[in-house]
Protein backbone atom coordinates (compact mmCIF):
# COMPACT_ATOMS: atom_id res chain seq x y z
CA UNK A 1 0.00 0.00 0.00
CA UNK A 2 2.90 2.45 0.67
CA UNK A 3 4.38 1.90 -2.66
CA UNK A 4 0.42 2.72 -4.69
CA UNK A 5 0.64 6.06 -1.81
CA UNK A 6 3.62 7.19 -3.38
CA UNK A 7 3.17 6.75 -6.89
CA UNK A 8 -0.50 7.57 -6.69
CA UNK A 9 0.85 11.66 -4.40
CA UNK A 10 3.58 11.38 -7.43
CA UNK A 11 1.20 11.27 -10.23
CA UNK A 12 -1.32 13.37 -8.55
CA UNK A 13 1.44 15.84 -7.97
CA UNK A 14 2.35 16.01 -11.94
CA UNK A 15 -0.87 15.68 -12.98
CA UNK A 16 -1.12 19.28 -10.68
CA UNK A 17 1.53 21.36 -11.92
CA UNK A 18 0.62 20.16 -15.55
CA UNK A 19 -2.85 21.42 -15.18
CA UNK A 20 -1.81 24.45 -13.09
CA UNK A 21 0.35 25.32 -16.00
CA UNK A 22 -2.15 24.85 -18.12
CA UNK A 23 -4.62 27.21 -16.59
CA UNK A 24 -2.06 30.30 -15.92
CA UNK A 25 -1.16 29.82 -19.91
CA UNK A 26 -3.23 28.56 -22.03
CA UNK A 27 -7.06 28.82 -20.32
CA UNK A 28 -5.79 32.56 -19.23
CA UNK A 29 -6.74 33.33 -22.61
CA UNK A 30 -10.22 31.72 -22.42
CA UNK A 31 -11.74 31.83 -19.14
CA UNK A 32 -12.99 34.58 -16.76
CA UNK A 33 -10.99 35.35 -13.98
CA UNK A 34 -13.75 33.79 -11.59
CA UNK A 35 -13.21 30.74 -13.67
CA UNK A 36 -9.08 30.47 -13.74
CA UNK A 37 -9.83 31.07 -9.56
CA UNK A 38 -12.10 28.17 -9.55
CA UNK A 39 -9.88 26.13 -11.24
CA UNK A 40 -6.65 27.25 -9.57
CA UNK A 41 -8.41 25.99 -6.41
CA UNK A 42 -8.81 22.29 -7.99
CA UNK A 43 -5.13 22.05 -8.85
CA UNK A 44 -4.31 23.19 -5.40
CA UNK A 45 -6.72 21.08 -3.63
CA UNK A 46 -5.27 18.43 -5.82
CA UNK A 47 -1.74 19.32 -4.49
CA UNK A 48 -2.37 19.48 -1.16
CA UNK A 49 -3.50 15.97 -1.16
CA UNK A 50 -0.73 14.73 -3.87
CA UNK A 51 1.73 16.10 -0.77
CA UNK A 52 -0.66 14.20 1.97
CA UNK A 53 -0.47 10.65 0.01
CA UNK A 54 3.42 10.91 0.25
CA UNK A 55 3.67 12.08 3.52
CA UNK A 56 0.81 9.54 4.86
CA UNK A 57 2.96 6.63 2.83
CA UNK A 58 5.50 7.20 5.26
CA UNK A 59 3.56 6.25 8.65
CA UNK A 60 4.27 2.47 9.47
CA UNK A 61 2.10 2.41 12.46
CA UNK A 62 -1.44 2.14 10.73
CA UNK A 63 -3.46 -1.10 9.59
CA UNK A 64 -3.69 -2.16 6.16
CA UNK A 65 -6.95 -1.56 6.74
CA UNK A 66 -6.60 1.69 7.52
CA UNK A 67 -4.06 2.65 5.03
CA UNK A 68 -6.41 1.44 2.87
CA UNK A 69 -9.73 3.34 3.63
CA UNK A 70 -7.84 6.56 4.28
CA UNK A 71 -5.79 6.12 0.43
CA UNK A 72 -9.30 5.59 -1.37
CA UNK A 73 -11.01 8.18 0.34
CA UNK A 74 -8.09 10.72 -0.54
CA UNK A 75 -8.27 9.56 -3.79
CA UNK A 76 -12.06 9.46 -4.48
CA UNK A 77 -11.75 12.62 -2.68
CA UNK A 78 -9.33 14.28 -5.18
CA UNK A 79 -11.34 12.76 -8.21
CA UNK A 80 -14.73 14.21 -7.31
CA UNK A 81 -13.48 17.12 -5.93
CA UNK A 82 -10.83 18.68 -8.06
CA UNK A 83 -12.06 16.34 -11.06
CA UNK A 84 -15.42 18.38 -11.06
CA UNK A 85 -13.98 21.74 -10.27
CA UNK A 86 -11.80 21.81 -13.24
CA UNK A 87 -15.32 20.73 -15.26
CA UNK A 88 -17.15 23.39 -13.77
CA UNK A 89 -14.79 25.91 -14.35
CA UNK A 90 -14.64 25.51 -18.10
CA UNK A 91 -17.81 24.12 -18.49
CA UNK A 92 -18.27 27.44 -21.42
CA UNK A 93 -15.72 25.24 -23.49
CA UNK A 94 -17.79 22.66 -24.04
CA UNK A 95 -21.55 21.62 -25.41
CA UNK A 96 -22.25 19.33 -22.17
CA UNK A 97 -23.42 21.39 -19.59
CA UNK A 98 -20.94 19.99 -16.06
CA UNK A 99 -23.06 21.96 -13.85
CA UNK A 100 -25.04 18.87 -13.67
CA UNK A 101 -22.30 16.78 -11.97
CA UNK A 102 -22.20 20.00 -9.31
CA UNK A 103 -23.25 18.07 -6.64
CA UNK A 104 -20.27 15.74 -6.47
CA UNK A 105 -18.06 18.02 -5.26
CA UNK A 106 -19.29 18.52 -1.96
CA UNK A 107 -19.62 14.85 -1.72
CA UNK A 108 -15.52 14.67 -3.02
CA UNK A 109 -14.86 17.38 -0.44
CA UNK A 110 -16.48 15.22 2.58
CA UNK A 111 -14.33 12.18 0.82
CA UNK A 112 -10.98 14.49 1.79
CA UNK A 113 -12.14 15.38 5.44
CA UNK A 114 -13.25 11.68 6.29
CA UNK A 115 -9.57 10.58 4.61
CA UNK A 116 -8.21 13.05 6.90
CA UNK A 117 -10.34 12.47 9.82
CA UNK A 118 -9.79 8.79 10.14
CA UNK A 119 -6.13 9.26 9.92
CA UNK A 120 -6.06 11.58 13.36
CA UNK A 121 -8.86 9.12 14.63
CA UNK A 122 -6.01 6.24 13.85
CA UNK A 123 -3.35 8.83 15.54
CA UNK A 124 -5.20 9.40 18.63
CA UNK A 125 -5.66 5.71 18.91
CA UNK A 126 -2.34 4.29 18.64
CA UNK A 127 -0.97 2.33 21.69
CA UNK A 128 2.80 4.35 21.69
CA UNK A 129 3.72 7.11 20.18
CA UNK A 130 7.20 7.01 19.11
Known amino acids: MNKKSIITGIVL????????????HALKKVLSLEQLV???????YQMYHALFLLFFSTQNDLTEKAKKTIYYLILFGVI?????????????LTSFDFRV??????IGGLLLILGWGVFLYQFLNKKTLK
Do not use: C, H, K, Q
Not at 38 to 44: D, L, M, S
Open 13 to 24: GMLAIILGAFGA
Open 38 to 44: TFETGVR
Open 80 to 92: LFSGSIYLLATND
Open 101 to 106: IGFVTP
